[in-house]
């Protein structure tokens, strides 16, 4: 299956802290290969961001270290 097929059919899901589905948030999905898929509810006509395992790991780290705080 090629990549855009994979993302059509991808288990995407959100945070269970996101909220409402009014927006706000980014999905996530598993994909082949170690990959992440990563697409912005508000914008769902926007192609996905595709990533390594490795940097999903180190996104997930850094988040849970409160690097990206505000």
């Known amino acids: 299956m090629d990549l855009s097929d994979e993302l059509k059919t991808a288990a995407w899901r959100k945070a269970t802290k996101s ?7 980014l999905e996530v999905a598993p994909l082949s290969g170690g990959r992440v898929g990563l697409r912005d509810i508000e914008a769902p006509e926007r192609a996905p961001f595709v990533v390594s395992a490795g940097v999903w790991d180190a996104v997930v780290d850094g988040a849970k270290k409160g690097e990206f705080d505000f």
């Not at 909220?19 to 948030?25: A, V």
């Open 19 to 25: 909220g409402s589905d009014q927006g706000n948030c």
